[in-house]
Each structure stands twice: as C-alpha cells, then as structure tokens.
C-alpha cells in the first residue's frame, strides 16, 4: 500500500519491491533494487525517509522519526525482521538484526552489524565496523573481515529477492495436501560459522 501524504507522494525505483501488505507513506523515497516486506512501515508523515539502493527492511519492521527529522538508510543496510528505526540513520552496508530497536539521532556507522534484539539509545554514534549488542547497546568489538563479506552475500539475497518476486510471487489458493513431487529448496545461504569455514 502506496499512501499519499499532505502532498507527498513516495518515490520507488520501478526495480524494487514494496510488498502490497507493506504501508509506505508520503516523503518516502525508495533507490534501487530494495525490499520492502509484508508488514513494514515506512511513514514519511513527519520528515523525509531515504533508503539507498539495495536496502531492505523486512517484514514487520517500523521506520519513522519525531516531526521535522529526515532520516537515511545508506546503500545496502539491512534491516532484520521485527526492527524499529526511530529517527536514526543507517550506514552504508551495515546489519540491524531482528527486533532491535534504534532510537532517534541515533547514528550507526558504515558496516556496523547491531545483534539481534538490541536496543540504541537516542544519540548513540557508532563508529563503522562495530559490533553492537545489548540492552542497552554497547560495541563488543569490530567486525571483522569475514563477517561482513558473510553478510554482504545475505544482502545480496535480498537485492536479488525484488526481481524474484516481480517473476514468481503471486496470490493463489492453498492447496490441500502435500503434493508427491514437491521439490526441496536448495540451501543456498550458510551460517557464519560454515562460511568461515568454507
């Protein structure tokens, strides 16, 4: 759902996908090849939303800021299941893991990884290359070479998914039973652990 606000109608790169159970709402401007997932909301009522190309903010996530804010979501930042951006911005090719919550001026630097249930505190700065956990979030320590090449490839599954749903999503019935030749999905995606040791 595309909303139009006071004037403000969302800008989104014809290759990206904004999933129609999503809500996107006014100053909200979408780059290339982004996902946007069933559930998230992204409400530009207040202040201007940027999501560079290649971000994705997946299902169930919040987006917005208090009023007179803008706030940007840097090239390919990944914003895990659940999560809530309040008025921070987001670096370039950074992880924000599920359900952790970033409060406003927050700022989290360029391939930061935040673990999964987090929360920022409002005016926290992170300097890139953090890894950030905790309630509320501290760095732990820097982010090392292979943790971002592991993530950079799952955000590339996630750059790849709006060209996939454009080709294969569609709304169907159910079906009823199990069918005998139901193909297994390929595991195309490894744990860090499997990464490193590849």
Not at 7 to 32: D, M, Q, R, W
Not at 119 to 140: C, D, H, Q, W, Y
């Amino acid at each position: 759902m595309i909303y139009s606000f006071k004037g403000y109608i969302p800008v989104v790169h014809e290759s990206s996908f904004v999933h129609p159970l999503a809500a996107v709402t006014g100053n909200v401007i979408i780059g290339k090849n982004c996902y946007i997932g069933p559930g998230a909301a992204i409400r530009g009522d207040w202040g201007e939303i940027v999501l560079e190309d290649g971000v994705n903010v997946q299902e169930n996530c919040t987006v917005h800021m208090f009023p007179g804010k803008s706030i940007v979501l840097k090239e390919s930042a990944h914003v895990g299941h659940g999560a809530i951006i309040h008025g921070a911005n987001l670096g370039r090719n950074c992880l924000i893991g599920m359900n952790t919550v970033i409060m406003d001026d927050a700022e989290i630097g360029d391939e930061c990884i935040v673990g999964a249930m987090s929360f920022v505190k409002a005016k926290t700065v992170f300097p890139m290359r953090s890894l950030i956990v905790g309630n509320p979030a501290e760095v732990v320590k820097q982010v090392s070479d292979d943790m971002i090449a592991w993530k950079a490839k799952g955000t590339q599954l996630y750059q790849q998914l709006p060209a996939d749903c454009f080709d294969s999503l569609q709304e169907v019935e159910p079906l009823r039973e199990v069918p005998k030749d139901r193909p297994a999905q390929e595991a195309f995606y490894k744990t860090l652990e499997e990464f490193k040791n590849k």
